[in-house]
């Protein structure tokens, strides 16, 4: 049996840039595909930041019910807007090979601010978190939209900087002269990555997938994934994850953090393991971050965002 793989995406350029990949992919090895581009409510609704919008995978979401409905086969996705948990019958097909994890501050006129007041735009709950917890005398105020969009409001602001991931400027050829590399910040669960899923009875279109399936980047966003799952369970907190194989002595680092929403308390953990024990090693990251005060921290900023 053959078939037109049709792929769906949201139609920001972004995605439309993800979903071109993927078509490339499995064209090349001899799929037809068609891409069905369509409007998520994550892009539709700018004016809450995402958290009060109260809608797990606000970006996936639309998709998911496509896929449901029989309108599209695929989806492709940035794997960190991806929620843990996957709507019934929908499977992870493919985790194509992780591009540049980390976050970037891209600027308007000059550094100086680092040292003085500030305003930074960000609309994640765990930028906001590690820029407060580093630079506590700035204001961090909310951003959102697609990357143009947000690119356009730090050009029409009188904002110091904002907040990217250095993989979506990448993608596009958007990544200007005038930014910096934020290596101290700890990247999302899954940052950088791209992830398609399916439905769990199309054999077809998993068996496709199946080929572009990058191994080591499935693993250590596996591990990411259940950090954040048994964090959070279901809140949206500020939460950084990080696993990279050492292809050396075969063993896989691992760095997670919470934080408070203020970015004032920090619960940190890092482990080294071997290779073959990495299929609980984001859940026992999780369990030292609760018992070092993130069962605490957790409920606080639960009744926090209640009350915003």
């Given at each position: ?39 998520s ?20 979401k ?72 580093k ?34 400027l ?52 596996y ?16 939460i ?68 915003q």
């Amino acid at each position: 049996m053959t078939k037109i793989i049709r792929i769906g995406t949201r139609d920001s350029e972004l995605a439309l840039w993800q979903a071109h990949h993927v078509e490339k992919m499995l064209n090349d090895l001899g799929y037809k595909t068609k891409i069905v581009a369509v409007k998520s409510q994550g892009d539709i609704i700018l004016d809450k930041p995402l958290y009060e919008l109260g809608i797990t995978g606000i970006f996936t979401k639309t998709l998911d019910i496509a896929m449901i409905n029989g309108d599209i086969d695929i989806a492709v996705h940035s794997m960190k807007d991806v929620p843990t948990a996957l709507p019934q019958g929908i499977v992870q097909a493919a985790v194509l090979e992780r591009a540049n994890e980390k976050d970037i501050l891209v600027y308007n006129n000059n550094l100086d601010f680092l040292d003085t007041e500030a305003t930074i735009a960000t609309g994640s709950l765990r930028r906001q978190a590690q820029w407060l917890h580093k630079y506590p005398n700035h204001n961090v105020v909310d951003l959102r939209g697609n990357v143009n969009t947000r690119m356009q409001k730090l050009k029409d602001n009188n904002w110091d900087g904002a907040i990217f991931a250095a993989a979506g400027l990448e993608r596009i050829n958007l990544k200007p002269e005038n930014y910096i590399n934020l290596d101290w910040m700890i990247p999302a669960p899954a940052q950088g990555a791209m992830m398609v899923v399916a439905m769990g009875d199309d054999s077809y279109c998993l068996d496709a997938l199946a080929e572009l399936n990058h191994i080591e980047t499935e693993i250590t966003t596996y591990i990411e994934r259940q950090f954040l799952r048994t964090l959070e369970g279901g809140c949206t907190a500020p939460i950084g994850a990080f696993a990279k194989f050492n292809e050396k002595d075969e063993t896989i680092h691992f760095q997670g953090v919470l934080f408070s929403l203020d970015g004032s308390q920090k619960i940190e953990v890092n482990k080294i393991v071997e290779v073959q024990e990495w299929k609980q090693l984001g859940y026992n990251a999780a369990q030292e971050i609760f018992e070092n005060g993130g069962l605490e921290l957790m409920k606080s900023i639960k009744e926090k965002l209640k009350k915003q």
